[in-house]
């Protein structure tokens, strides 16, 4: 499959703790980007790093880029609640727009 | 400022049949690509225009095709419906040219019974 991997498919954590998803792309990527989606609706874009990028922040969110070992990392800070969602990776490999999407994983976040 | 639309929300079709869907991206945005998601197979890249070109296109049969207009405008058909070409179809917009972050629809979800 051309579909890249995160780990792990699922995640429940108390409010106020960190969540941290992983995921892993196959080839040499332009960049890659982490979107967050409720309940089966369209797709939140939360954060983009650029291959020449290590680490990227926006607010609480935390991603972070290892070129070498194929491989990305999000981290959600301090949880809420209304984090509750599935989060996707997707690598873009070149300039024509195309995503290739991981199979997302699910967190919950209780209260 | 209006975001990604994307119509309808719902269809229902039979098998056999033949369904059109439409997206208007956000105004100014020239790149308009659009996605399958299945439970089974997750998100899948149908194909993407820019400026009324095709750019890229992924592996689903020829039964998926797509255009976009002059004004940005884009539908995706597929013919000969199949039981499996239920799922969620999502449309996503971009200013840019290259590689930037996509603006998604809220999708149309069909049914083919």
């Known amino acids: 499959s051309q579909q890249g991997e995160e780990d792990p498919q699922a995640l429940s954590i108390q409010e106020g703790e960190n969540a941290t998803m992983n995921c892993s792309y196959k080839?040499?990527?332009?960049?890659l980007q982490w979107y967050r989606q409720n309940s089966g609706r369209g797709l939140v874009h939360l954060i983009l790093i650029r291959s020449n990028e290590r680490e990227k922040h926006s607010g609480r969110l935390r991603v972070t880029l290892d070129t070498s070992k194929k491989s990305s990392s999000l981290l959600i800070t301090a949880s809420r609640a209304a984090d509750t969602a599935s989060y996707f990776c997707?690598?873009?490999?070149?300039?024509?727009?195309?995503?290739?999407f991981g199979q997302g994983t699910e967190l919950s976040v209780k209260p | 400022k209006a975001g990604v639309t994307q119509t309808p929300r719902y269809l229902i079709k039979t098998r056999g049949q033949q369904v059109t869907l439409s997206c208007s991206p956000i105004?100014?945005?020239?790149?308009v690509s659009w996605y399958q998601q299945t439970p089974g197979q997750g998100l899948q890249f149908l194909f993407e225009y820019f400026s009324e070109t095709q750019r890229n296109k992924g592996n689903f049969p020829g039964r998926f095709s797509g255009r976009q207009f002059s004004n940005s405008r884009s539908e995706m058909n597929v013919s000969t419906l199949e039981l499996g070409d239920s799922a969620l179809y999502l449309c996503a917009s971009s200013f840019l040219n290259a590689g930037g972050g996509y603006t998604f629809g809220s999708g149309t979800r069909l049914t083919v019974v």
């Open positions: 997707a690598s873009c490999y070149n300039q024509g727009g195309k995503l290739i």
């Open positions: 105004s100014g945005h020239r790149s």
């Open positions: 080839t040499s990527i332009n960049n």
